[in-house]
């Protein structure tokens, strides 16, 4: 992981070197501060947005170097526009765009969190500008060797100051979401990671350091998964040469002795994804070092729990494995019995992570009570198709359940798009020599595949299923981030449970 600007919280004050962030309203309005550093250079501030045309609408800059008369090297005026307009997600976005204008090796960047009228920012929108600004400073550079002269961020700031009548509740709101912003840093590093050096073992020890953080992490191997007949999941990882891995992770912020039923995440940890015999094409393949974002944002989630240390018994389970094509391989036409005792029918072992999911769900509902069991996997193609990179698609056999989060995706901006699920689609996972078949044809590809899910699900646990091939990797460039994987799904889950499961 790249630097990142180190955030911290003051009293507000006119700052007197390195860099100042000003905040400017409509028509360019300036609070008390920016007013008078506008008047110590003589005008310049004003004179500038004159000259620029910069009016203080949201999204736009003016960046003023050198400032006549002040110790100051630097002015950079945000414009927000009508402040009273903006929500959570656009001062985070405000916090990841100022860190991308700050890209020049600044020492301190001093962010003037007061507005045209006098008034200070929330202690919550001034934390939400410091954790956009860590988000978007983010860079998977570990295997650049020479850093790039014209890779943003050539050196993001080395400390973000924010200045703030309110530094109290913004340090308080800021810790919190800070745990989460590195949840969800966690989730990208995994998924930006090779599988080279993410192996299904690599991956079992970096969850296994969530242990500092006061999460019990247990990992099983082959052999105790042929124990408990995961013959599902271990068939897809037996043409690698790498053990395959279920790693359990338990976060009992309520104590163990908690008569609530814990929530249970589990995840779909592909670590690299070729098809196997029913292999992939060429082109893109690479993408598929990927395909564990599922087990990613799980490990990302536990973090963040644990280190915001929720009030919540969280369980997270996933199925880390490789699928490649080998002669100990699965074939099509194979016919494995999973732990829950369904015989399935491999058509295509390129619909691997269904697989691997099913004994994993059987797992969880076998050894926990779950208050709600809700998986995420890199699981279609079609999912993409559907909704492109901007929706996960979502299936669940609770309406309640699926409302919660709808709400927190479009709190967090981690969004989620209702899916169906129906026994009309049984007939195309039929299987003519087993109990079920792994693909479900050319169309309703992702809804095939849930409904295979579902088959190993318990319709009294309420469940989602959350497809995230899309949202998870090869993500849309945004102010917070500029990052092949988003890591998308732990602050939509930390929300979830902060919102409807805790205390
Ligand atoms: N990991 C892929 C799905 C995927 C595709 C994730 C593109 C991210 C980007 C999954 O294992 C897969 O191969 N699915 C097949 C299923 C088919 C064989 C029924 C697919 O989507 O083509
Ligand atoms: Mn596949
Ligand atoms: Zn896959």
Redesign the pocket.
């Known amino acids: 992981m790249s630097d990142l600007p180190k955030v911290s919280f003051s009293k507000l004050s006119v700052p007197t070197k390195g860099v100042a962030v000003l905040l400017a309203g409509e028509a360019a309005a300036l609070g008390p501060i920016g007013q008078a550093l506008d008047e110590a250079s003589g005008g310049t501030l004003s004179r500038a947005a004159k000259a620029a045309g910069f009016s203080g609408k949201a999204k736009t800059f003016l960046d003023v170097m050198v400032p006549a008369h002040l110790s100051l090297d630097r002015i950079l005026v945000a414009g927000v526009g009508d402040a009273g307009q903006l929500g959570d997600l656009d001062w985070q976005s405000l916090g990841g765009a100022i860190a991308d204008k700050l890209t020049n090796g600044t020492e301190t960047a001093t962010v003037v969190a007061e507005l045209p009228d006098g008034e200070t920012l929330s202690g919550e929108a001034a934390a939400l500008i410091g954790v956009g600004a860590k988000l978007s400073a983010y860079r998977f550079d570990r295997y650049k060797s020479k850093k790039s002269t014209d890779e943003k961020p050539k050196n993001p700031p080395r400390r973000i100051a924010i200045a703030t009548e309110a530094n109290a509740a913004a340090r308080k709101a800021f810790n919190r979401l800070d745990a989460v912003s590195d949840g969800t840093l966690l989730a990208r590093d995994l998924v930006n990671e090779p599988a080279n050096v993410l192996d299904p073992a690599e991956f079992a020890k970096r969850a296994k350091a969530l242990s500092s953080l006061g999460v019990e992490v247990t990992v099983l191997g082959e052999k105790e998964m042929r124990k408990l007949k995961m013959e599902s999941l271990l068939a897809v990882g037996q043409g690698s040469e790498h053990e395959s891995q279920l790693v359990v992770m338990r976060w009992n912020g309520l104590g163990k002795t908690s008569k609530k039923k814990p929530v249970v995440f589990v995840g779909k940890g ?1 670590v690299f ?1 070729t ?1 196997g015999i ?1 292999i ?1 094409p060429a082109a893109g393949m690479e ?2 070092k990927g ?1 564990m974002g599922g087990a990613a944002c799980v490990v990302g989630l536990m973090h963040a729990l644990a280190a915001r240390k929720a009030k919540v018994n969280a369980i997270g389970v996933i199925g880390v494995v490789e699928n490649m094509p080998d002669g100990k391989a699965q074939r099509p036409g194979d016919i494995v019995t999973s732990m829950s005792g369904q015989t399935i029918e491999v058509i ?1 072992t ?4 269904r697989l691997v999911l099913a004994d994993a769900l059987t797992y969880v509902q076998k050894k926990f009570k779950p208050g709600f069991i809700i998986d995420l996997a ?5 999912i ?1 198709v559907a909704l492109g990179h901007e929706y996960a698609g979502m299936f669940a056999n609770d309406d309640e359940l699926a409302a919660q989060l709808s709400a927190a995706g479009e709190a967090t901006g981690e969004k989620v798009w209702r899916m169906p699920l129906g026994k009309e689609y049984d007939k195309m996972i039929e299987s003519r020599f087993a109990d079920i078949k792994n ?1 479900g044809g050319r169309w309703a ?1 992702s809804i095939t595949a849930a409904q295979f899910l579902k088959r190993f699900v318990d319709d009294k646990t309420p469940w989602a299923h959350l497809d995230i ?1 899309g949202t998870g ?1 090869a993500s849309p460039q945004t102010d917070i981030n500029k990052s092949w994987a988003s890591g998308y799904g732990v602050s939509l889950l930390d929300r979830l449970v902060a919102d409807n499961y805790e205390g």
């Open positions: 592909v994804d098809g029913s992939k993408d598929m395909d295509n390129d619909a691997e992570g890199t699981l279609t193609g079609a993409i693909t590809g091939a990797m």
